[in-house]
């Protein structure tokens, strides 16, 4: 008869436990989360140029022209989201883009759009994320990105006196938070830093970069952080990556840029989107 009773106690006193480890895990979360504080955040319900300029540059042999102003749809903002595009238009026109060193673009069928935060919201460390999708899990010659570079880059726009450093030196080093790279994969990402090897134009894009999946035309958040002297990577808020002692080579202040790429000779049709709900940055509280 007694049994029962004794039962419903360690039932109860089983709940009571789980009741509390529950609390205390709530709790644990709640001090993690209040650990940063937003200092950034665009939720993308206009096109904010305190926040961003077009970025028109050639890079990486890439077939596209980078153009301003959202011309031919390439940089837009509806329905609370921005989405980058690379379109496919009617025929060939001139571009005005330019490597760094003082090379021409052809003339292209291809336009795409390049937004940065260069000289508008810049950095030292913290936390920046992005949510964002596209349009396809992947497709031959896409490459859209979502990464820093440090503030001092001197590539265009070159708008204040420091902006004298050539890439991946100090001052103009580079952290890919999401590219993806349609020729070699699909539903992944790489994400990573870019190891200076100390001299202009040389970096090692191998040794600290990895490939995760991720279901590319669905919303994912992705993330890099400081912590302590690592760079740590996170999809949808779980680390799945982690570049040890690689933070401390990245003192300086860092803008972001938002873009996407056609970097092959595989033909295309229409055009190819990167939606983004938000970017923000985050500092931790001391």
Known sequence: MNRIPNILILILLLWVYNCKSENKNENTMQETSNNWK??????????????????????????????????????????????????????????????????????TEYVAGRICSKNRKEFVKGKWTARLKLSSNGEPSMFPAWWLLGAQNNEPPVQEEDENICWPLTGSGEIDIFEHHGDHMKDEFTTGAIVSLGECDKGDWQSKRRNFPATLNEFHEYS????????????????????????????????AILNFAKITDSPMEGEWVMEVDWVKHEFRKS
């Open 38 to 107: 937003i200092d950034f955040l665009d939720e993308f319900e206009t096109f904010n140029p305190e926040n961003w300029q077009d970025q028109r540059i050639w890079v990486n042999n890439e077939n596209h022209c980078y153009v301003p102003g959202g011309e031919y749809g390439t940089r837009e903002v509806s329905n609370g989201t921005l989405k980058i595009k690379v379109v496919k238009i009617d025929e060939k026109r001139p571009c005005d883009n330019f490597d760094k060193h003082g090379n021409k673009h052809p003339d």
């Open 224 to 255: 890099v952080e400081w912590e302590g002297s690592d760079l740590v990577y996170r999809l949808d808020g779980k680390e799945v990556y982690r570049n040890e002692g690689e933070g401390d080579k990245y003192p300086e202040p860092m803008f």
